[in-house]
């Protein structure tokens, strides 16, 4: 399978620049996945295709990346941004997920 | 307005089957894939299967012994039926929709129902 490898956790300011990366293990082309999910929540889909921003996700937040390397940007962060927010890739089967970022606001 | 709710029964018991339906509205299964995704403590989010646009389905060889994916049309529902449970299944359990074209995102998901298999 896909491994999707993602750093564990993140703590930012309001207002500063955080980038959440996700590797895979083998390449996916371009469809890598990013959504976010508040707790009890969810997950909410926020790119897709790795840089295409999904339907009402605000502009702050995009997506780049191809291969095995991919990244989440999110400029300026809100404090409306503390979640998990997790990769997922649809190119190889079976689809996977990685472990979750989880974002947390200083 | 799209709009995906699973019902499950809450607990279930070791060896024993588990039955969620999703109800789905603002779309039709007919023109969209459905999947089923779980997250669990142990593995955190897994893709289970999914029943595509035409009714036939694909499961993620993990659980393909113990998987069932259907659909009524009639009833805009999607059922998910897996045996031989386990306390490592416990979780919460998704449907969710992705479009035709391979590849596409889960772009709506449901609330998610939380399994507890327990005796």
């Known amino acids: 399978d896909t491994v999707l490898t993602q750093s564990p956790a993140l703590a930012v300011s309001p207002g500063e620049r955080v980038s959440i990366s996700c590797r895979a293990s083998e390449g996916v082309n371009s469809y890598m996945h990013w959504y976010q999910q508040k707790p009890g929540q969810q997950p909410k889909l926020l790119i897709y295709k790795a840089s295409n921003l999904a339907s009402g996700v605000p502009a702050r937040f995009s997506g780049s990346g191809s291969g095995t390397d991919f990244t989440l940007t999110i400029d300026p962060v809100e404090a409306d941004d503390t979640a998990t927010y997790f990769c997922?890739?649809?190119?190889?089967?079976?689809?996977?997920f990685g472990a979750g970022t989880k974002l947390e606001l200083k | 307005q799209v709009q995906l709710k699973e019902t499950g029964p809450g607990l279930v018991q070791p060896t024993q089957t588990l039955s969620i339906t999703c109800t789905v509205s603002g779309f039709s299964l007919t023109s969209y894939y459905m999947q089923w995704v779980r997250q669990t403590p142990g593995k955190g989010l897994e893709w289970m299967g999914f029943i595509r646009s035409g009714g036939s389905t694909e499961y993620n060889s993990e659980f393909k012994s113990r998987l069932s994916i259907s659909r009524d049309t009639s009833k805009n529902q999607v059922f998910l039926k897996m045996n031989s449970l386990k306390t490592e299944d416990t979780g919460v359990y998704y449907c969710a929709s992705r479009g035709n074209y391979p590849g596409t995102p889960f772009a709506y998901w449901g609330q998610g129902t939380l399994v507890t298999v327990s005796s």
């Open positions: 997922q890739q649809s190119w190889n089967d079976p689809y996977t």
